[in-house]
């Protein structure tokens, strides 16, 4: 058995995690409203996305910390011939260090949740030259619900089955164990072929409850609330708006 992390993953990263059909509807629905033309999404992991953001926009920048997550989504632009799909390896709460320029950055599939609140603000605080507006992808762990994206049931400190995939040649399949804390969720997965455990790798996954963030947001003072979206599922989406202050408002006046 070997302890693998995000970056080993990204090997077959795109056979476990597949796109959710929610999102592909929000995109849709944020670039229609705001009139979105160049945008963002971080992180992109093996870009379960890139369809979708290479037809709807004009521009598109993925984002990601892992090279073998770019390296794949590259070799996507190349057999597609694809050229309004930029990628960039980085930490997004460093964003403002890749001098771009977007519409908006959008945050999918808690992909936030894995910076805890202070890098949090941080990513706020980077953002605030880069883009008007800010996507966030949310889900309170506190809710009781199920965190369907990740497959896992409110059940901490035992391995459950979660998910089966096919990698090359061998019958994946995951199970998952959680512990479940105020503040984050502990997750392992493990990875069995038949009786045979290939691999286990663990993360920790910070809860975003809406007032903790509300919070953080206000106290950043970079952007402020548009609109928050609610699920049944218990995820929620909120839409930020850059805060121009007078300065700048004069200056583009």
Known sequence: MKKITYKERAMFYAQEVKKNHKNVKLLNTIRNKYNINYAVLCPCASGLYFE?????????????????????INE???????????????N????????????CIFVLDQGMQYLDYSEFKTFLDNSYLVSEYIVLDLFNFNSGKKLTYYDSEIEDNKFYFSKKFTFKELDVQRYNKHIHHISHIMFWYRYFDKDRLLYETN?????????????IIEKSNKFSIQEKIEH???????????????TERSISE
Do not use: P, W
């Not at 996507?76 to 309004?84: E, G, M, T, Y």
């Not at 997004?92 to 977007?102: G, P, Q």
């Not at 049944?232 to 007078?246: A, P, S």
């Open 92 to 103: 997004m709460k460093d964003i403002n260090k890749l001098k771009i320029k977007c519409d």
């Open 203 to 215: 993360f920790r996954l910070y809860n975003y409850e809406y007032n903790l963030v509300k919070k």
């Open 76 to 90: 996507q632009n190349k057999a597609k011939h694809v050229k309004n799909v930029k990628t960039y390896v980085c």
């Open 232 to 246: 049944k599922d218990g995820t929620y989406i909120i839409v930020l708006k850059r805060i121009i202050d007078k």
């Open 52 to 72: 979708e953001f290479s037809k709807l926009f004009k521009q598109s920048y993925f984002i990601d910390i892992e090279k073998n997550m770019i390296d794949f």
